[in-house]
């Protein structure tokens, strides 16, 4: 079902999140141009709505990167179920969404460390990233790790 009575949260995480453009030192993002985006954190129940993707899938890092806003690990993901949504691949890239301050050409990085880094099985929320790239996190930390 699809959500038509005005923004999802998904948008309005977007909307309501604080966009700076960097001119220099503030505090915790870099000193060079980028931008930080403060997200609102959602529930999983929230995640799956405003995901238009949600996946469980086997997880395992590649040696390439993506750059959107800064330069993400691109991991590979071997699709196990649907859960919602669709696509026509049963391997997905994905990128896990930073919960910090990015610097365009930077590697990004992660308060608590990146959720993907370790490889195996995870229920993915996603989006797709602007332009047709990889898929992305819907928000910081949208994976939840699957018993092995």
Do not use: F, N
């Not at 750059?67 to 071997?78: F, L, N, P, Q, S």
């Amino acid at each position: 079902m699809q959500h038509t009575d005005g923004m999802g949260w998904g948008k309005t995480a977007l909307a309501i999140g604080i966009v700076c453009t960097l001119g220099g030192g503030l505090a915790g993002c870099a000193t060079t141009a980028g931008q930080c985006v403060d997200y609102v954190s959602l529930t999983p129940a929230e995640q799956a709505h405003e995901a238009s993707l949600v996946v469980d899938a086997d997880v395992r890092p590649t040696d390439r990167t993506v750059e959107v806003a800064g330069r993400y690990r691109v991991y590979e993901a071997t699709v196990t179920d649907v859960r919602k949504g669709r696509t026509r691949d049963d391997r997905i890239d994905v990128i896990a969404t930073s919960d910090q301050c990015t610097t365009s050409g930077e590697p990004v990085e992660y308060v608590d460390g990146d959720p993907l880094a370790e490889p195996g099985s995870y229920r993915l929320y996603l989006t797709r990233v602007r332009g047709g790239g990889p898929w992305q996190l819907v928000v910081p930390g949208a994976a939840e790790r699957l018993p092995a």
